[in-house]
């Protein structure tokens, strides 16, 4: 049994990966996953429908998911419901307001009622414009507002932007009132020609028909609404037009008017639409079909490729993998430091490696669909934070043993996971790179190169804190484990020193090259250069011998604090070049962060005598080495 | 004495304080640039002896921490010491020897940089041949004499030296300037403006001086006012300012002559014309996706006529000068603007991190192989008994399993 539990419990695991893997069945018949795949263009880059649901609904609700009464529903299904008016669409309860007052203005008869439908706050359209109105007419002129907003207005206007997305969501495919837009569509066909030659009948002075000038001129004023709220651009470009010539519905709509006729995409995903609002799969799953046989015969096989792609991607969830089997292994490690079976460590390991294999995948994937190195935004350089550091972490546990490189390794992808779910609710987490970033070359080298200095520091700062953890409240920290530690966070602070270093001389070499300058203190450009001259403080001192194992750790430890500010603090400065992911609720969890680690850093520097482990040990032997003496060979 | 200098100057406990002196400066030098903007921020807390601290509303400031070049200075001072003291050069130190060679030249190449670095724009129209960049910060005043209409001979006067010098002469000028009055930023005068009003009695333009500006979408606009004398009497006085678009044109002596004052020229033997900027989004975004001029390049001295296309992260590169796509004028989209950048010590950075980084490599290989090596003979001996490894132990502590 013993023997047998790891391969079984990754077994297990394997299989649940697995199972994901597998499209979703049709629910009531209709084939979700097929429109789910279908591609359309939107920030900038062509994208399945699925991502379109997900990131809007992330952004709205904040998951990924839409719970109702009789279980979930997916992104895919929530955002066919919208796009085709289905009244069930109205029912969906995706709008979230957290703050006691927003929810006092939307009437909330039940209390903490945290998720609205549309039905439940039609009554209140009014109020909550003129409210959002009243914050965007206070903040007319002013730079940098969006920072300077209470947290009710903060949530008025999140809940003001999910209401204007859903009702671009809604115009996406066609006017939000239609019901049946097939039908529509070939009665605008029809008014096209006679509406057209009234029109220049009048203008001539000549003689026309009013009602076919009307009917026109009504058609007119109903696409025109639907081009300006039209979410997506999913009218691809006609073959012999530019690739990225991508258009919404509504001006495809207002475009046929020139052309009389109507563009065949906007066709088919009229049936598409039309059979599910009406309820008929066969028709829908027809209409799909037929779909993707006209992008085939369009020479838009590419766009096809890329949304089946980025479907299948999102539908494997690789990250929340990782994550949950990162907890996993997490746990089993913290139980084998309380019972000591090497079974449970092999079980934990083998699970950090499963774990590590999806988050691999999951990276790799990202890095195909985008065509870009691995770390593009800060939603990325989480993933490759926990990435670096569960390397690391694997690395050491394979040389001490013991758990703890296990441990710190199963924590940090843990917890980055977490952080990139977070920073992935502000929005596509693919989105295209700002023109001066528009690199691979130097993406791939000075960004990498950085974040696995972050990777390492962090690391670095875990072993420290888990020294300081165990080390203070448990009396398992015995000297060897003492001195291991430290032989660890040595070296992970000297990987950590050659990284920051060496990427932010190559962040200094980008910038030479494309803007003729070494360094320009950009705040980022400092966020990397505090990590440098952090690693060469404790670098120095421990060679010094101004400080022993536990100012060592203190310091380690305070590195938290500095990589935790080159990586979030400077971007919520909101100044020079690098501000490209400024975020506002991070604030707060980066400040409770460096509390945290100051109050570590007070229990590390209380004397021996107040630790678990050593107030045993005698006051003479405090777990040190000889002064002066460097831990490692070769060192000055 | 000198001993316990030198001994003081070489120790590591120098070292770890002048690097964290360092730590703070940079931490809090990047703080100050949210509110004082990047430019002020850099001359105070980086180009500086000491970084100063004033209460509201004092006029006295006292030295609270030591401003970039007093600890760059001496932390070369102390690295350089250092070596002295203890480095012999052998096989074992080779790389601590390279890093830190790499930290001297580093530096001192960015200690050159700061000296002689050279920062100015160039703004262009579709069409437009300029033959000279301007500096976004520095003035100056310029006297053109335009009686050749083949040449212009100009004399420019910094405004540094219209800033704290009461008369100008120059040897191509045949009049002395007299600076009656000079603001470093003015407004033109109007009742809702206060400040000091310039005392120019029946100028056209009436400016008040306001106070400095230092973020980094503002600017300073400065304003002069100047009055030409011979020793047989007043030439005329002028306002000159910023604010101006046209210059002043007087008659002297039978030549002509314009008078303005205009941000900083740097002339070049060369000349630049735009024939295309570009300024692409990302489809159904606001998102620039690409911003890049094609211009062309006309240099008689080196021979050289070529059409170049600058776009981000690819600047060109000529006579010691690299333009890079620097920005864009939101209100006409026909307009580029370049920055020009002129380091003589731009190759220092590239030769330090070759050293710096074999000497990093060096050092972490050797620590590396020791390690490995130390580990193997560690484990070696006690093969036979798998509890008494390391691993179990380290993990087991003082209790047993």
Redesign the interface.
Known sequence: MKKWFPKILVGVFALWILVGIRAPKPKDDFNLAGFGRLPVLLNGRVQPMDSVARNALLNMSGKSVVRTDEGTISATEWLIEAMSNSEKADTRKVFRAQHPDLEALLGTEVAQLEYYSFNQVTNHLEEIEKQARNVAKSEDGKKDVARLRTPFQKDLMHFYDSLILYHRIKSSLGPVDTKDFVHELSRYKETIAPGLGALQASEAGEEFEQTDLQVIAAFFRRYQEVARFAYPLAVPPMPNQARDQWINVGDSLMQSMRTDSIHPAVTHLAQITTAYAKKQPAEFNKAVANYRIWLQSSQLAPELKKGTEEFFFNQLQPFYKAMVIYVAALLLGCAFWLNLSEWVRRSAFALLGLAFVIHTVGLIFRMYLEGRPPVTNLYSSAIFVGWGAVILGMILEKIFKGGIGLVAAAFVGFVTQIIAHHLSMSGDTMEMLQAVLDTNIWLATHVVIITAGYSAMFLAGLLAIIYVIRGFFTKTLAPETAKALARMVYGITCFATLFSFVGTILGGIWADQSWGRFWGWDPKENGALLIVIWCAIVLHARWGGLIKERGLMTMTIFGNIITSFSWFGVNMLGIGLHSYGFMDKASFWLITFIISQLAIMGLAMLPPRFWASFKNQGPTNPPSSPKGKAPQPAAA | MTNRVFKLFSS??L??VL??C??VL??V???A??KLG?YV??EEY?RSIFVYWQPNGVSWKIPVLPGGWLLGGLLLVNLLAAHVK??QISK??IG?FLIHGGLIFLLLG?FF?EVF?V?SNLRLEEGQTRNYSENARLHEVAIIDVSNPDRDEVVAIPESLIAKTQEIRHAKLPFTIRVKEYFENSRPAGPMVEGKKMQAAGATDQFSEVPLVAT?DEKNVPSALLELTTESGKVGEWVASLWQNEAHQFEFDGRTYNLLLRPTRYYKPYTIKLLDFRHD?????T?????SSKIHLSDPTRGEERDVLIR????LRHAGE???Q?SFDPTNDKVTIL???R?PA?IT??VS?IL??LG??V??L??LI??AQ??KNQIAPRRDDPRK???????????N?
């Not at chain 2, 981000?312 to 600047?315: A, Y």
């Not at chain 2, 490894?389 to 209790?399: I, N, P, V």
């Open positions: 590591l406990q070292t770890v690097l964290s360092a730590l940079v931490f030098g990047t703080m640039q949210v990047l921020a850099q980086f203890r480095f074992k130190k601590i960015q940089t670095q920062e980094m989004v990302y489809p159904g975004t998102k620039p996706s690409n911003f981000m992260n690819e600047p690299t333009y890079f620097a920055q020009v950048v380091n731009a950075p590239y991190c710096m980084g990093l490599l050092q972490f050797m620590h020791g390690f130390k580990r490894t390391t691993s179990t132990a380290l993990a087991a502590g003082e209790r399993s």
